[in-house]
Each structure stands twice: as structure tokens, then as C-alpha cells.
């Protein structure tokens, strides 16, 4: 099984994002040009034609979906898909007032254009509390069913919303009746934080798929994930260890 | 009306420099060399010519005036300015012991070189808490009756301070107060987080000042600015909302 | 008495790399390629030459060291040591089941290939709570007495840990037992945060060896030195001060 790291540009300089590109690519599966952002960067093509070159696919945010809808502008949502290449689509209701059916008759529809990334989770850390394990579970399978080819857990940048407690650890209550229905690699856990990739390293495996990872931080996730730092060392390398006292 | 993002600058390597700038500078209005960086910067004319090549105005953070000051070097202060070609000079007295009358006297005085940016607010958090709300409007007003541009609004660097609470959020007793004798656009507020860029463009709106952004914020900024994040979309596009469930 | 600062390189790209040390390599003593992640670094050789280059010694995570360490590969560690041409090896027990003697002894068998720099203090926060003022000094004392070049006091990357309080400050009470018997220039600080290099320039001095300083704060840790941050600027000017009011 083969795992999916997906980095989020909230907005790098071309030179910075290139250079990343060249470096790690590697260690990036998929990015993600968060929220709106990709309306405000002024080179938007060139970023593209680094991910193209590298063989490395991308979308954008869930929230640039829902500033489209919202507005009756789904048109020039699906015109700019086209336009830029963009490899998926992410569908999304974290901020705007759709509820979950109403979000995966959006996951049906768009399936006809790209492959759809459907979120599960609200930006209101809030409203997202309100979601029960079950609740996350059903909204999932939803989503699956829907056609959506993955499903991203919803923790906002602070790691600290969604599917993370207000401690920035991972709710194992929520992360349980998932994945007693439904499998791991169909899932896309935003973790933002250390704290979130070694909780479902550790809970899932190195092959957990993780999103929303800084662009400074995707070497630092490759050590977590092959037990090269402190937090996952012994975990991934005991069952190899001699005597070396 | 048009607004301005001051960018700070904390000691970002050369080439970083001008990638941001090559890459953000619809975004950038002012750019402060943080506190005493420029005494530290290598390559600092090599930064200046990028900005002004870009056509973006700088300064020296208000404590390297401070630093000067209080070692009776004024004159070598005024020789970095003109050395530079810096076009705006901060006053502040958010360290060494100068009060708000001895400091709107150096507001005054520095109006003959240049425009002059006065801070109000201390670094110090807990002297910044005896400030009243009161202190900060007559403050303020008393820069700009000596002449200042613009009177920006101390948070420091965490946000947490100043015209910040200590949980991150704006004091609204003080903005109230600002606000209710003083034009917003005769004010730059310190922002350097997501919490009070929110708080800020929520309260006054698109336009307002916001300084002390990070580089790596400048995009995010613009989008809060325009509704292309969560945090601020329904806000910005309600009024254009058609149906779309 | 001159000092060193020690950064940490977590993972960055190489250009971003090479940008920093061009533009701060007066401000860097040492490089540390954090924990593993040489091990998932693509031009690691291309680094090194930036390095070399510029006159700076560098070397590899003790958590690199223990992770070999605790599979019985150290002599693939001691080639790689070798074909790179690290300058120092860190010896660590922050993770792996090594006691302080142990270590010690790792320390002393080390020294045969390279100056040592040993480090104390582990990376689980409650495992390193329970180390009493006495034990850090006496732990220090003996890795010195194994001949390590300098002593490494682990804070890790939160700045909460180890030497640190909770609260992100010194621990007053295990640097002032340290200093009863061990001078400062034998130690290397960890001091990933602005709370902690305020707190160590504070106590020990301008001189203080500074280390996991991240490139984006080098320029801001000479500031603090010099005294041209708010932090440290009359501690630093006072005695020369004249009057200015």
C-alpha cells in the first residue's frame, strides 16, 4: 500500500515553492492550493507547470468551491478547472450554509469532472464539536458513496478543531467508528501539527495519508513516518533492535 | 479608499526577500526592517534596490530610533536614512523610558526628515495593561497632532499584547475608544495573526491598516481582505448570494 | 570569549538553504541536520558543499546517532560520518533505553573519530522532569569528563521541555546548579524559542552558545546580543546611555 502526503501552499513566493518542489518532491503526493488563494497569486501557471513537470498532481481548496457556489458562480469554478489542469476537485460545506446531503449531491455532480476530494467537518470549531462519531462516521460514508474517491477529515490550520481535540491530539473517540466501517486508505487526515501526524502514524500506520502538510514540514513527516525522529523511533525500529548497550 | 499592508521583515535571507517581493508585491504597501535587523543585514542595499525597483516605501522598525535615542546618536540615525533613502521614519517609546509627551515632542522633531509612522503602546505587556482605553484614544491624538502620518497600534509579535488580549483577541473597549475620535485610516494596527487580522477586518472592514505581517501571511491577508477564506467569506459574499442548495 | 549559534536545519530546501547561509553565515557558528533527516535529504551533498564552502562545521542529530545505535549499524553511521565529512558526531540517550553511564561510554568510544558533542536530557517531558538540578550537573560533568567537547541541554523543538519550564522559561534552578560547576562556555544551549534566548542572554551573557536556532530567527538571536531588540536593549546600552529627554 502506497500513502498520499499532501502539502498545503497557503501562498508561497514562485521561487520558494519551486525550490520545494525540487527538493522534496519525493515526499508530496498531492497539493493543495488552500482556501482562495490561487485567485491571489500572481503566478499561478508557473506554480502549475512545476507540479506538471514534477508529475505531481493538485487542486484547490474546498473553500474556493463554496465562494463559487455560494455566489451562483459554479461555471466559473468548473472554467478554471479546466483552465489551470487542476487534477481534482475538492467539495466541501465547512463554511457555507449546505448541509451533508446537500454536500454529497455536490460530490455526485462533480464527479462527472474530476475525481472529487469530499470533506467531512466544519471550519467552526464549534459546529464541528456538534459532529458525534457517529455523525463523522455516516457523513464519510456518504461522501464514498457518493463517489467521492477520498475523504478529508476537517482540523483547520490550528490542528486544534474537527478531528483534533482543543489539545491539538487526535479525537480517538471520532477516529474509532471510522475506521470500523470504513478503510484507512480512503481516507485523508488534515495534520497540521507534529502532534497530528505522530498520533495517526502511531494509530494507523506509516502509510496513513496526511494533508494539509507545510511546505517546511514535509521532510520532517517523511522521518515520522520511516521512525527517523524521536516521536516514532522505537515504534518503527524495535522490533529490529539488538543489544547495543 | 485604498489601504496598506506593511510587511515586516525579521531578518529574511536575501534571495527570500526578493522572491517575496517579485511574487507578492500587489499585496505589500510598506515594508519595516524589524526592530534592529537592519544593523545586521548583509545585503541590506541589495533589499532597498528591490523595493525600490518595486516601487514599495520602508523604514526602520521604531526600536533602532529607540537604540539610538537613548544613546544620544541621533545624528547616526538620521545618517542611516539618508544613507538608505528610507522614506518613512517610526517613533515609538515602546522600551526606554520616554513618556507620550517627550515622545510626540520626537514626532514633531522627525517630521523635519520625513514622514514619520508614531507607535503607541509599550512592549512591555503588563505596562501596556495600564494603558486605558482613554489613554490610547488621547495617545493617539496627540501623535497625530504633532505631526505623524499615521499612529500604528503595538501588539508585538505574539499578538497577545497591546491592543491584543492576552487570549489573542482585539481589545474592543480600546478599539471603541480609538475609533470614536480618530479616522481608521489615519491608523495602522500591528496584526501579525490570523486572530486579530480576522477581529480587525470584521470591525473596520477591507481597508483597514494592517502591519507587521509575515511574509508568509501576505496572501492569506489578502484573502481574509476579499472573503476568499473561511474565516471571513459569508461576511464578504452574503449580500451577493443567490441560491445554490 | 566568542560564541557559537547552532542551527538547526529541520528539512529546508536547498535553495532556501543556500539563501541563508549567503546571506547569515556571519551568525552561524555550527549546522545541525536535524534528528534522521539527512537521511531524507536529496542533495545533501550539495548542502555540505554550502557548507564547506563557507567555512562552517556541521553534523547530525544525536537522534540520527541513536537510531543506528539501537539496530547495531553504527558502523554504517560512522561511514556515513565519514563520507560526509561531518565535522562533530552528537551523542545523545534522548530516546533509545541508554542510561547516563552508557552514554558516558559512548562519549569517551566516540572521540576516537570526532569531537563529541554530547547532549543531556531526554525527549519525553516527564522522563526529563525527573531529573533533579544535581543529576543535570552531574550528568554534564561526567559526559565532559568522557571527553565531549561541549554539553548539549536538550529543550526540544516546543521550547517547553528539558532545561525549559512548562511555560516556555528557563529552569532557573537546573542552570544555577549547572553553573556551580561547570563553565558556560562548555555548554550549548537549546533554545528554540525567543523566550529562551531572552531568558539565557539574560543570565549568561551575550557570549551564551546558542543552539536548534531556526534560519528564520538567526538574524533576531544577534539582534538579541547586541541589544537591538526591545528585550535585551537596556540591559545592553544602559551603561553607555547619556540623557535624551
Known amino acids: 500500500m502506497s500513502h498520499t502526503t499532501m502539502m498545503i501552499d497557503p501562498g508561497l513566493p514562485t521561487g520558494q515553492f519551486t525550490d520545494v518542489i525540487s527538493s522534496h518532491r519525493d515526499h508530496v503526493g498531492l497539493v493543495k492550493f488552500g482556501w482562495g488563494t490561487a485567485l491571489v497569486t500572481r503566478d499561478l501557471d508557473r506554480k502549475i507547470a512545476v507540479l506538471r513537470e514534477a508529475g505531481i498532481g493538485f487542486y484547490f481548496g474546498g473553500t474556493l468551491f463554496e465562494w463559487y457556489l455560494v455566489q451562483g458562480r459554479l461555471d466559473d469554478y468548473l472554467t478554471l478547472v479546466d483552465r489551470t489542469g487542476a487534477t481534482h476537485i475538492e467539495v466541501s460545506n465547512g463554511t457555507i450554509p449546505l448541509d451533508q446531503p446537500g454536500k454529497a449531491g455536490w460530490v455526485r455532480r462533480m464527479t462527472r469532472y474530476r475525481p472529487v476530494l469530499a470533506e467531512v467537518g466544519y471550519k467552526d470549531a464549534e459546529r464541528s464539536a456538534t459532529l458525534s462519531p457517529a455523525d463523522w462516521a455516516g457523513a464519510i460514508l456518504e461522501d464514498l458513496d457518493a463517489g467521492a474517491e477520498l475523504v478529508i477529515t476537517e482540523t483547520r490550520e490550528s490542528g486544534r478543531s474537527g478531528m483534533a481535540r482543543p489539545d491539538g491530539h487526535l479525537r480517538d473517540d471520532v477516529l474509532d467508528a471510522v475506521l470500523a466501517r470504513v478503510d484507512a486508505d480512503r481516507l485523508l487526515f488534515e495534520a497540521p501539527t507534529k502532534e497530528l501526524q505522530v498520533d495517526l502514524i ?44
Chains 1, 2, 3 share one sequence.
Do not use: K
Not at 225 to 235: C, E, M, S, Y
Open 202 to 245: 502511531r494509530a494507523i500506520g506509516v502509510d496513513v495519508n496526511l494533508g494539509n502538510i507545510a511546505a517546511a514540514d514535509l521532510v520532517a513527516v517523511e522521518t515520522l513516518r520511516r521512525g527517523l525522529r524521536g516521536d516514532t523511533l522505537l515504534q518503527m525500529t524495535l522490533p529490529r533492535t539488538v543489544s547495543f548497550a
